[in-house]
T-cell receptor
Framework: KAGVTQTPRYLIKTRGQQVTLSCSPISGHRSVSWYQQTPGQGLQFLFEYFSETQRNKGNFPGRFSGRQFSNSRSEMNVSTLELGDSALYLC??????????????FGPGTRLLVL | DAKTTQPNSMESNEEEPVHLPCNHSTISGTDYIHWYRQLPSQGPEYVIHGLTSNVNNRMASLAIAEDRKSSTLILHRATLRDAAVYYCILRDVIQGAQKLVFGQGTRLTINP
């Protein structure tokens, strides 16, 4: 079974631009979560989607948004990019959002560089 | 979210056992203890999880203290491929949603 895939793998943007990142979960998985990883802040939760609905959101500004499609694929969008948005963006999928025992499977991430 | 405390780094030798400690003194009765690891240039991967009893799987063992205020991830025979950052995470059943709260983790170095 194919793992979580993320596209693109690398991206360079300039300040003020916007970017859309894509995530395809493992086949059959319906919950998708997004994380941002930076050297200074480590891994931080962005948001989680299940059945096309955002169920949980981390402490990020409104410039960060996401959505999930009926086939469980997800996209996240960052508008008005800032230098501090340079990071590795990770997507994780899980079968169902059953809470405390569910294993999350991570993709390889998209590395975004904002110049 | 309940907090965990891990050493910043540890070092071990290939083919020797490794014991990675994690303190979670504020753990609640419903928190599960999860371990993930992140190999260089990869996303995190699940290692193991448990609630009260010790757990074993093909990757590692998880030893949980009787008072649940600490736990230890045990790699029985470390290989170079086990060099990674290991994260100890508490997950609360009340949360429901799929949110992992990562700490800084322990960077494990394996010497050949």
């Amino acid at each position: 079974k194919a793992g979580v895939t993320q596209t693109p793998r690398y991206l360079i943007k300039t300040r003020g631009q916007q970017v859309t990142l894509s995530c395809s979960p493992i086949s059959g998985h319906r919950s998708v979560s997004w994380y941002q990883q930076t050297p200074g802040q480590g891994l931080q939760f962005l948001f989680e989607y299940f059945s096309e609905t955002q169920r949980n959101k981390g402490n990020f500004p409104g410039r960060f948004s996401g959505r999930q499609f009926s086939n469980s694929r997800s996209e996240m969008n960052v508008s008005t990019l800032e230098l501090g948005d340079s990071a590795l963006y990770l997507c994780a999928s899980s079968l169902l959002p059953r809470g405390n025992q569910e294993t999350q499977y991570f993709g390889p991430g998209t590395r975004l560089l904002v110049l | 979210d309940a907090k965990t405390t891990q050493p910043n780094s540890m070092e071990s030798n290939e083919e020797e056992p490794v014991h990675l400690p994690c303190n979670h003194s504020t753990i609640s009765g419903t928190d599960y203890i999860h371990w993930y690891r992140q190999l260089p240039s990869q996303g995190p991967e699940y290692v193991i999880h448990g609630l009260t009893s010790n757990v074993n799987n093909r990757m590692a063992s998880l030893a949980i203290a009787e008072d649940r205020k600490s736990s230890t991830l045990i790699l029985h025979r470390a290989t170079l491929r086990d060099a990674a950052v290991y994260y100890c995470i508490l997950r609360d059943v009340i949360q429901g949603a799929q949110k992992l709260v990562f700490g800084q983790g322990t960077r494990l170095t394996i010497n050949p």
